[in-house]
Structures are given as structure tokens and as C-alpha cells.
């Protein structure tokens, strides 16, 4: 009979452990804080716009692409803030293109509770890079991740590979 082993994922005792704060993460993010954790995740700030990496991807290279603007409701998005969203989208695309060669991608939006938005009144957009095969067990069976990567060793490859 096989040994249950557990699955590690020290990093996130740091976030279990820390004082919770009530702030929406997304928002204040147009120039570099290093006193917030997200900060390190940051690959890319445009004018209305910034890229971060998700800190629970479903998988490695995972993004989202919010506005500065705190704003729930896709229609309530300027003109200017859904051009650079789909913008920062195909650019961030091509980053992961070069660094990561998924065979696909899922892209979209999760508007509100029921549809699964974890961050129903800040939108944001998805991109999340696919390979053949990698969904295994593990979130099916298992409920759980593999990411095989740090995530701050991912975002500074995302961050330097950016142009």
C-alpha cells in the first residue's frame, strides 16, 4: 500500500500568519509599494492598466490584467481602459509565448459571485497558459496545484521578458 505523503506549499504560511488587510490588492498599484506583498508579482504597469501575477494560479504563468480604477462592471470601463486591458492581454500573451511555449491559453473575465469571480468588485482579466495534459489528478482528485515554479522567480522572468 502506498505512503500518503503530504503536499508542501511553505509559502503560504506567510499569508495564513499575516495581519489581513481591508484593501482591495488591485487597487493603488500605478506606482511601486514595497511595503505590499503584491508588489514583487507586478510584471508590467501601463497608464490605466497594470499586469500581475495571480498569487493562486491555476496554473504556472497565470495572469491578471486589471484597471487602476477600482470598478466592478465591465461597462463601467473607459473606452481607453478596455483598449489597454485587450492590449496588455496580447501583449502579455506574446511574453509567455517566449518564456513558457504553452500549447493554449483560457482568457476571459469572471463577472460577479456566481460566475466565480474570487475579486467580484475589482474586475479583471484572465490569461492563463495551457499545455496539453496539465490537468492531471491533482485539481481533480486531489483539489490542489502544482505550480512548479516560485512565483516571484516567475514574475522577474515575465518582468525582464516584457518589451
Not at 490588492?25 to 508588489?39: G, L, W
Not at 509565448?97 to 504553452?102: A, Q, R, T, V
Request: net charge positive.
Amino acid at each position: 500500500m502506498k505512503e500518503n505523503r503530504p503536499l508542501w506549499a511553505p509559502w503560504r504560511i506567510k499569508f495564513i500568519r499575516e495581519k489581513k488587510e481591508k484593501r482591495c490588492f488591485m487597487c493603488d498599484q500605478k506606482k511601486p509599494a514595497k511595503h505590499y506583498p503584491e508588489e514583487e508579482l507586478i510584471v508590467h504597469r501601463g497608464k490605466q492598466v497594470f499586469v500581475i501575477l495571480n498569487r493562486y494560479p491555476y496554473n504556472s504563468g497565470h495572469l491578471l490584467i486589471a484597471p487602476y480604477r477600482h470598478v466592478a462592471d465591465i461597462a463601467v470601463l473607459t473606452k481607453t481602459e478596455r483598449l489597454e486591458i485587450m492590449d496588455l492581454g496580447v501583449d502579455a500573451k506574446n511574453v509567455l509565448d517566449k518564456l513558457m511555449h504553452p500549447d493554449g491559453y483560457n482568457v476571459g473575465f469572471n463577472l460577479g459571485p456566481a460566475a466565480g469571480a474570487g475579486i467580484a468588485d475589482h474586475i479583471h482579466m484572465h490569461l492563463v497558459p495551457r499545455w496539453v495534459g496539465d490537468c492531471n489528478f491533482m485539481p481533480v482528485i486531489g483539489d490542489s496545484r502544482v505550480v512548479p515554479e516560485a512565483l516571484e522567480t516567475t514574475a522577474k522572468l515575465i518582468r525582464d521578458a516584457w518589451v
